[in-house]
């Protein structure tokens, strides 16, 4: 349990590390509002930022103050259990604002898209946002303590060469679905200045879509894009993007939602190139149908699924460096591996696979493939697991099969074979019902290279 100790205790320090902050700069407003004259105190509640287009020619959007929501900065974010050294969880990687999947307009500023004026936010509130228009970004640019909501509700933007909304700034950002809704970027995005916005959705900082409506994706390059975390809890998505669908640095949290998926590259990718502890993705439910080119879901680190429904079609279904299942229900089509465990992270000290729960079919294209493959351990504890393919299991640390079922091409085993080094695995292997390392020296000696 070590691994998932460390990784609650990398989560705690990122978010502890931002408390520091956002105290220090409160300490420095309210210095600055001490030595106001009491004739400045008197402030107009709106305030107003300015949207432009092209041309320069401007449109005035008011912005409203913060929601007061989530004041005590992440309070209820993260809330991991360091004394039992428990995984990821809903109820501790998710706000009660993420969860929430209809937003309050009584206060919201409304705004009608116009092609070719884009709009930018400044300050926070909730913004219902309504339209279809070409050529138009929502640029929030707000300050680095503000919550800003856009609910999209039966929106259509498409732009030739840049975000349809683009997170420049922000505490956090939420974008809310209502009615059906549709971003499409039609040709090669144009950076903006050193920054590669690369996403039909792209963001800087935290965040979260939700909702109870629809959002269709299109894109030259990624559908949705975050360089910070990424929370998806409500909506349904239909993402086709000539790279990667979801893409994010730090997390992708997934608490539910509906997702069909065609990406050139992974349907999710979370990676950070600065901090391989990061970028882990959680699943805790939601129903997915993915065909993509690479990998289905993809994380330097961690891969955690709770539950969810998964219909995968890829080189890779499952990556990571720490993959641990505990539910769900999968059918996994893979062109290499169906789940595999490759040392990405060093965070972890061994590669590892672990299934506690659930229900996997993973079916593996002829050749050089592996069903579940691992450069590290095996564990299972639970669920079902049937693969069906030359080589159906394949490790180079130690296996235990400690519960639930497996079955290899059709037939139920008591321990779990190991290809490595061989022809196709047999019904031998590393470790039978209670652990132990059985092994079969015909698996392990024979004729198929180990891949890398």
Known sequence: MKDFKDMNEIIKAENDKK????IYIAALLA?????????????AADSTSTATDAS?????????????????????????SQSSGDSLSLDNIFTERDLQQTADLSEAKEIALTSGKNVTISKAGVYHVTGSAENVTIIVDAGDEDKVQIVLDGVSITNSDVPCIYVKNADKVFVTLTGSNSLSVTGKFTADGDTNTDGVIFSKDDLTLNGTGSLTVNSTDNGI????????????????????????????????????????????????????????????????????????????????????????????????????????????????????????????????????????????????????????????????????????????????????T????????????????????GMGGNGGMNGGNGGNMGDRMGGRGRRG
């Open 19 to 22: 408390k520091i902050i956002r």
């Open 31 to 43: 210095v600055q509002l001490l030595a106001m004259p009491l004739t400045g105190c008197a402030m």
């Open 56 to 80: 320069g020619t401007s449109a005035s959007v008011v912005a409203m103050a913060d929601d007061g929501e989530e004041t005590n900065a992440e309070t209820s974010v993260v809330k991991t």
């Open 225 to 404: 894009v975050g360089k910070d975390d990424l929370k998806i809890t409500g909506g349904a998505y239909s993402i086709t993007a000539s790279s990667k669908a979801i893409e994010a640095n730090d997390s992708i949290r997934i608490a539910d939602g509906s997702f069909t998926v065609k990406a050139g590259t992974d349907g999710l990718h979370a990676e950070n190139e600065d901090d391989d502890s990061l970028g882990y993705i959680y699943i805790g439910g939601g129903t997915f149908s993915m065909n993509v080119g690479d990998d289905g879901i993809h994380a330097v680190s961690l891969v955690q699924i709770d539950g969810g429904r998964f219909t995968i079609s890829a080189a890779e279904c499952v990556e990571g460096t720490y993959i641990r299942i505990n539910g769900g229900t999968f059918d996994l089509s893979g062109r290499d591996d169906g789940i595999n465990a490759a040392k990405k992270s060093g965070a972890y000290a061994t590669p590892t696979v672990e299934i506690n729960g659930g229900t996997l079919n993973i079916t593996m294209s002829a050749g050089d493939t592996d069903g579940i493959d691992s450069n590290g351990d095996i564990i299972v504890n639970g669920g079902t697991i049937s693969v069906t393919g030359n080589s159906t299991f394949d490790y180079d640390g130690a296996a235990q099969f400690n519960g639930g």
């Open 406 to 425: 497996i079955y290899c091409n059709g037939q139920q085993v008591t321990s779990i074979p190991n290809q490595m080094m061989g022809g196709r695995g």
